[in-house]
């Protein structure tokens, strides 16, 4: 997907075009923001490729999905290692917006349990096609095995956060097992595996995900 021209500058300012005798704010602007907007339709567009099976798009392909000239993907990104780093770097905020969880510690624990498996299963419906071509094709580059490290982290700390009532009753042993073991049943595989098994019944996997939350929340019996 490399183009086999010469690389064309990928920065906004050097995109824009305009003349040099131009000094009208207005159309100055006016091609900024176009420039802007057709380069987030490119990275848009790389994105619902690949959430929608794509292997691995070509520039032509994102060029037609995106509404934009074929040019015009050359003219943002010099290749696909670039595209891939601000697709990645949109994912991650696209993911951290479904993450704004807003009702942690709300509730008795059945209705924090049941909030967050809900929530759980919203972010899992809404990016498993990405989540599915990220994890299969581009968890070794390094822009996107980072972005998925830090969903993980928040994730964990959502759970710690939203379950603190319990978690400190709890050694700080018990604590991190709980909270760990909590998350390994709420991972993006680990739920999918959970809808193929239950022929994508919501309810289903919801009832073993509370299963799960209550069990790792209460507190370890000694051993006799």
Known sequence: MTPSHSALPVDVASTCEVPANSTNPAIVDGRVLRRLRNREAVIDGFLDLIGNGAVLPSFEQIAQHSGVSFRSVYRYFDS???LVAAAAQRG???ALAMLDFDQIGVGSLDERVDNFIRFRLDV?????????????????????????????????SLLE??????????????????????YAGMTFESV????????????????????????????VPAAS
């Open 192 to 219: 999918r595996f959970l809808c193929d098994q239950f022929d994508h019944d919501r309810a289903a996997v919801a009832a073993v995900l509370r299963r799960q939350i209550n069990a790792h929340l209460a507190p």
């Open 124 to 156: 899992h419906e809404a990016t498993v096609g990405l989540t599915v071509a990220a994890i299969a094709r581009f968890v070794n580059d390094p822009n996107v095995s980072s972005v998925i490290d830090e969903i993980r982290r928040l994730f964990v």
């Open 161 to 182: 956060r939203h379950f603190a009532v319990e978690l400190d009753g709890l050694s700080t042993a018990e604590r991190k097992a709980a909270v760990m073991a909590m």
């Open 92 to 94: 991650r905020d696209r």
């Open 80 to 82: 696909n290692d670039e």
